[in-house]
């Protein structure tokens, strides 16, 4: 899976991993860097190597190094998995491609990629039905695979509300829902779970850090290293802020900057027709979805930012003709 892993790639490598258990095959399941605490209750998590982890790097290029089989699974570019990446591209087991992101690499032998797809999660799911023709979906799907897959699905829709849900979104998890697990229980466990820390400073960035520039329908933040230290914020405490942008009045696009380890993270998030990919593509050697992309800048946070500042007069036509 791909470095700061979601619900989806963890989701959908999970589920994956435990399906391909169940026919027989040994698996190990490796993610680049940690996962975020609101998704470790997540079934199998437990067996998940982090490469980042001086304890499990050594384990970790040994099992790629002597696997028959790669499954990449909610990523399409070998960037995406950090200092692993040279380690799976060097690796001779052929690879296997899982992914719905836009301009893939051609480093897989099978690619099982589509852009329409909602999340990795429904591609898993469509490809074991497609495995086992005929079969009822609770004889080859089994409550723990069907909660790891509604997780990554559940939120790269944005709980269903995103444009990427479509009839064959909610007939898949209507399929997994067969499977008896407590939809509700997910959501709670992966939104409804943060320690009061976090909720405290989501309170901070959206009372000092939002700032909004109506002739662009814009909303951006800035998170400094030196904050995110002042509240103890770890990387999991950040993920989701981008989206509030989006819920004042008029606002088409929001973006998150975040200053981390001399590097700076940028979500981009958008709504109707306007593509925030296309911006970090461009200006952020970053790309995603249409509606949702991040970037990555080795500026300073002030110079990022200006950056942004400076290239939204070119999409202003863009911004504005939104619906």
């Not at 997540?42 to 499954?71: F, M």
């Not at 007939?171 to 499977?179: E, F, G, N, W």
């Not at 909303?219 to 230290?229: D, K, N, P, R, S």
Request: overall charge negative.
């Amino acid at each position: 899976m791909h470095r700061d892993p979601d619900a989806d790639a963890l989701g959908s490598s999970l589920g994956w991993a435990s399906y391909l258990i169940q026919k027989g095959h040994a698996v190990t399941v490796i993610s680049p860097t940690d996962y975020t605490a609101n998704l470790a209750w997540l079934p199998g998590i437990e067996q998940v190597l982090i490469y980042e982890r001086a304890g499990d790097q050594r384990i970790c290029k040994t099992k790629i190094e002597e696997a028959s089989l790669i499954c990449c699974l909610d990523f399409s570019v070998l960037s995406r998995l950090k200092d692993l990446g040279k380690v799976v591209q060097d690796a001779k087991a052929d690879k296997m491609m899982i992914d719905h992101h836009l301009e893939p690499e051609h480093f897989a032998k099978w690619m099982i990629w589509d852009t329409y797809a909602a999340a990795t999660a429904q591609l898993v799911y469509s490809l074991i039905r497609e495995m086992e023709p005929g079969a009822a979906v609770t004889d080859v799907i089994n409550k723990s695979m069907a909660e790891c897959l509604y997780a990554g699905i559940m939120t790269d829709t944005g709980s269903f509300r995103h444009a990427n849900v479509t009839p064959e979104v909610h007939l898949a998890v209507a399929d997994l829902m067969l499977t008896g697990f407590d939809a509700s229980r997910v959501h709670r466990l992966i939104y409804d779970n943060a320690p009061l820390s976090r909720l405290q400073f989501l309170g901070y960035v959206l009372s000092q850090k939002l700032i909004v520039i109506p002739e662009f329908r814009t909303a951006y933040m800035v998170l400094t290293e030196a904050e995110l230290i002042r509240y103890n914020s770890s990387p999991g405490e950040t993920e989701g802020i981008v989206n509030y942008g989006l819920q004042v009045e008029n606002v088409v696009m929001s973006a998150l900057f975040i200053e981390r380890k001399g590097e700076i993270k940028i979500s981009f998030r958008s709504v109707g027709g306007f593509s925030v990919r296309d911006l970090a593509s461009s200006h952020f050697s970053g790309g995603g979805h249409k509606n949702a992309s991040g970037g990555r800048s080795e500026q300073s946070i002030k110079e990022t930012v200006d950056r942004f500042l400076s290239v939204l007069p070119s999409y202003r036509e863009a911004l504005l003709s939104v619906d």
